[in-house]
């Protein structure tokens, strides 16, 4: 009864987000032990996201804590980050296996079974705090997404989001002292970087455009001629391709950026 409330979109009472918590963390494999690491993930094929530079923040503002990060070994970012001193564990591996199951913290900017339940055990038994950063601003309501996960931290980034998530009647599972409202870690880079005078433009991905794995390098055919069909391609390449937008950029000697997501 408890997995069927917080399955489905209704307002979930506190009490019983609190007796499913419980109940999803019961210990049932001793197996599992807690040496103090933190293990990161963004994507398993690919890092460059609030995982990646928390790690790095972490790794630079308190070095005598034990981080590693978590991907495949054939990621693009795999060469990227072990030659900037991360230290890896190809996801799959015997060695990230021992590291999975003996660390303290698991801390992802995703919500896949991959990162959160990969031995398919309840989630760690309860053994492991589980955090998500998040890979951006929760604008719908994907509870139904998100409830199974036994999140012992989620960060929000702002105060609307975070009241859709912990107010009375939110069809969320989280206790409101799980949810923090902290920001994206990505965003801290941008501080770093030298003002330039560029026009960003970034298309986010259409599910309904989508039809292949999370993790797959390689987009078929069909998909791809399913897109560049699509009104939202169309739309996109009439604003790329614009006169008008290339000449507010020549006038105001702007770089134009595309950064496909």
Known sequence: LVDIACAHSYCVNPSIKYLRRKLLSKKIDSSYSNNGTWIFLDRLDKADDNAEYLYRWIADHHPNQKI??????????WQRLEKDGFDLLAYGS??????TKSCSVI????????????????YFSGTK?????????????????????????FVTSMPRETDSIVKDGS?????????IQAGLPRHDQLVKQTAKTIIL????WRRSLFSGSTYSFEVDSATRK?????????????????????DIAQEHHFSLVLKPH
Do not use: C
Not at 107 to 122: A, C, E, H, Y
Not at 201 to 204: G, L, N, R, S, V
């Open 68 to 77: 590693k990060f978590a991907l495949y070994a054939s990621s693009p970012d």
């Open 94 to 99: 015997k060695r990230w296996e021992q590291e």
């Open 107 to 122: 801390i992802s900017s995703q919500f896949d079974v991959l990162t959160f339940n990969p031995f398919q055990n309840g």
């Open 129 to 153: 705090k589980i955090v998500t950063l998040q890979h951006g601003v929760t604008k719908d309501n994907i509870s139904k997404l998100v409830n199974h996960i036994p999140f012992d931290m």
């Open 171 to 179: 069809p969320y599972s989280m206790l409101k002292k799980d949810v």
């Open 201 to 204: 433009i970034a298309p986010t």
């Open 226 to 246: 399913v897109f560049s069909n699509s009104n939202f391609a169309s739309s996109w390449k009439e604003l790329l391709f614009s006169e008008k937008l290339r």
